[in-house]
């Protein structure tokens, strides 16, 4: 965030600043506002177009509103109730899954999906119905989500859920924020003895194994993701650890991880101070972390604390710095179940085609999934970090092709490029049902984003 400004627009106070995602790519002028409540929200909705921002965690543009406002969730972040018999929480949208996790994890619960950063607010999690480790045995956040209250462009406050105004419920998990701000939600957490992880990695030598052991290990463990090598040439190609996790019980624990199990967990972490005024990320740098990744890793099975095993990149402050000012793209993608191992593997190939390569490359199985924008079905979820630079867009254009070609989709949380067109391919059926409840709820498109003008659903 640079260059603050601050101005007043009829009595409306913001600062003009100029915003991206965690990627840094687009970047854009924007009037950040900062509501306490509703009221404020009302008011700052009767100066213009305006998109909500939880901790600006998503990659691209869903958050950014070029030119105008964005309302920042940062000051809307209560507790307002807690059933400790259900584990159904109430909470405003502005909620972390971190002061989740730090107020509730020694209360025996836990989030019953989390994605791979605990910096995400609640409103942002459901508003990209958020996938995690566990998605093809528990589904996306959204399964979890019993109600919420959302603002309307007509300034009306309108409870959702699956029984109660439905439609615009299903439009709005995963629906980007263009429906409307969400002010709170209900959702249903996790009941757990432990915050350990009883996981298990296991070493493999090519793509055909993980494939294989993904089938093999899918009844045992409730969370399962692969990292894997995609520079890998020979017959290492496609060389890949996969992590296998359930939560641990109390009584399978070592006794000093029992006494620690009442304690509050400290994390450590270090920092990338500054972006780096050049990228360092290469076909060779990449091979070599690559290597190192690979060759350290081990077969084993131990316990290891959740923030471990389901946060490793928090624990390194501004991560995204080493990609330089220019930034980087996350692309993800799902394929269909059947045609995974091929989609997969040709896509890999393109990468190398293009000079390319990734060390936060992930492959996991995704599950069936309600949610009309919602980016999972039934298949293979591969997330790979692009950093800018020439021949980078080329590079996922082609790669867009062969998503469209076996019947994939992109995720929108992660998008920084996709165009109409492909948009509209890739969601066929799912765009226009959208389309109907967007404008039956906001005809005026005073809920927009720069997203949502760049794919269609918000027509400038």
């Given at each position: 965030?640079?260059?603050?400004?601050?101005?007043?627009?009829?009595?409306?106070?913001?600062?003009?600043?100029?915003?991206?995602?965690?990627?840094?790519?687009?970047?854009?002028?924007?009037?950040?506002?900062?509501?306490?409540?509703?009221?404020?929200?009302?008011?700052?909705?009767?100066?213009?177009?305006?998109?909500?921002?939880?901790?600006?965690?998503?990659?691209?543009?869903?958050?950014?509103?070029?030119?105008?406002?964005?309302?920042?969730?940062?000051h809307m972040n209560r507790?307002?109730?807690?059933?400790?018999?259900?584990?159904?929480?109430?909470?405003?949208?502005?909620?972390?899954?971190?002061?989740?996790?730090?107020?509730?994890?020694?209360?025996?619960?836990?989030?019953?999906?989390?994605?791979?950063?605990?910096?995400?607010?609640?409103?942002?999690?459901?508003?990209?119905?958020?996938?995690?480790?566990?998605?093809?045995?528990?589904?996306?956040?959204?399964?979890?989500?019993?109600?919420?209250?959302?603002?309307?462009?007509?300034?009306?406050?309108?409870k959702c859920s699956r029984?109660?105004?439905?439609?615009?419920?299903?439009?709005?998990?995963?629906?980007?924020?263009?429906?409307?701000?969400?002010?709170?939600?209900?959702?249903?957490?996790?009941?757990?003895?432990?915050?350990?992880?009883?996981?298990?990695?296991?070493?493999?030598?090519?793509?055909?194994?993980?494939?294989?052991?993904?089938?093999?290990?899918?009844?045992?463990?409730?969370?399962?993701?692969?990292?894997?090598?995609?520079?890998?040439?020979?017959?290492?190609?496609?060389?890949?650890?996969?992590?296998?996790?359930?939560?641990?019980?109390?009584?399978?624990?070592?006794?000093?991880?029992?006494?620690?199990?009442?304690?509050?967990?400290?994390?450590?972490?270090?920092?990338?101070?500054?972006?780096?005024?050049?990228?360092?990320?290469?076909?060779?740098?990449?091979?070599?972390?690559?290597?190192?990744?690979?060759?350290?890793?081990?077969?084993?099975?131990?316990?290891?604390?959740?923030?471990?095993?389901?946060?490793?990149?928090?624990?390194?402050?501004?991560?995204?710095?080493?990609?330089?000012?220019?930034?980087?793209?996350?692309?993800?993608?799902?394929?269909?179940?059947?045609?995974?191992?091929?989609?997969?593997?040709?896509?890999?190939?393109?990468?190398?085609?293009?000079?390319?390569?990734?060390?936060?490359?992930?492959?996991?199985?995704?599950?069936?999934?309600?949610?009309?924008?919602?980016?999972?079905?039934?298949?293979?979820?591969?997330?790979?970090?692009?950093?800018?630079?020439?021949?980078?867009?080329?590079?996922?254009?082609?790669?867009?092709?062969?998503?469209?070609?076996?019947?994939?989709?992109?995720?929108?949380?992660?998008?920084?490029?996709?165009?109409?067109?492909?948009?509209?391919?890739?969601?066929?059926?799912?765009?226009?049902?959208?389309?109907?409840?967007?404008?039956?709820?906001?005809?005026?498109?005073?809920?927009?984003?720069?997203?949502?003008?760049?794919?269609?659903?918000?027509?400038?």
């Amino acid at each position: 965030m640079e260059e603050r400004a601050f101005k007043t627009q009829n009595s409306m106070k913001f600062e003009e600043m100029e915003l991206s995602g965690f990627g840094k790519y687009p970047k854009a002028k924007c009037k950040v506002t900062r509501p306490t409540g509703i009221e404020d929200l009302k008011e700052y909705l009767k100066e213009g177009p305006m998109v909500g921002r939880g901790l600006g965690r998503s990659y691209g543009d869903a958050a950014i509103n070029k030119g105008g406002f964005v309302a920042e969730s940062i000051h809307m972040n209560r507790f307002l109730a807690f059933d400790e018999s259900t584990g159904i929480l109430r909470c405003e949208a502005g909620v972390t899954y971190e002061n989740l996790l730090d107020t509730f994890v020694l209360r025996g619960w836990f989030p019953p999906v989390t994605p791979g950063t605990k910096y995400v607010t609640m409103g942002g999690a459901i508003a990209s119905d958020v996938h995690g480790k566990n998605h093809h045995k528990a589904g996306s956040i959204s399964s979890f989500v019993l109600s919420f209250n959302i603002l309307t462009a007509s300034g009306k406050v309108m409870k959702c859920s699956r029984e109660e105004n439905s439609d615009l419920f299903w439009a709005t998990v995963g629906g980007m924020g263009l429906t409307g701000f969400i002010l709170d939600c209900e959702i249903k957490l996790r009941k757990i003895e432990s915050p350990y992880i009883e996981s298990k990695a296991v070493k493999l030598g090519n793509l055909n194994a993980l494939f294989d052991k993904f089938e093999e290990y899918d009844a045992d463990y409730h969370y399962s993701v692969a990292w894997m090598d995609i520079v890998a040439k020979g017959s290492s190609y496609g060389r890949n650890v996969l992590f296998l996790g359930n939560h641990s019980k109390l009584d399978e624990l070592p006794e000093k991880l029992k006494l620690r199990s009442k304690e509050k967990h400290i994390e450590k972490k270090i920092s990338v101070p500054f972006e780096i005024p050049f990228s360092t990320l290469n076909k060779v740098t990449i091979s070599l972390f690559n290597s190192m990744i690979y060759m350290t890793s081990k077969n084993k099975e131990n316990f290891e604390h959740y923030d471990k095993y389901f946060y490793p990149l928090d624990s390194i402050l501004n991560w995204n710095h080493i990609y330089s000012k220019s930034g980087l793209i996350q692309y993800q993608l799902n394929i269909p179940e059947d045609r995974g191992k091929e989609a997969v593997d040709k896509l890999l190939h393109k990468v190398v085609s293009f000079g390319g390569g990734s060390f936060l490359a992930v492959l996991k199985k995704m599950g069936d999934q309600e949610g009309i924008l919602s980016f999972p079905f039934r298949g293979y979820t591969l997330s790979m970090d692009f950093p800018v630079k020439k021949g980078t867009i080329e590079m996922c254009r082609k790669l867009d092709e062969i998503v469209l070609d076996y019947g994939g989709r992109t995720y929108l949380t992660k998008d920084s490029i996709l165009d109409e067109v492909t948009f509209k391919k890739m969601y066929k059926g799912l765009w226009e049902k959208w389309m109907d409840i967007k404008i039956k709820y906001d005809p005026e498109n005073k809920f927009t984003s720069s997203l949502g003008r760049r794919i269609g659903l918000c027509p400038s």
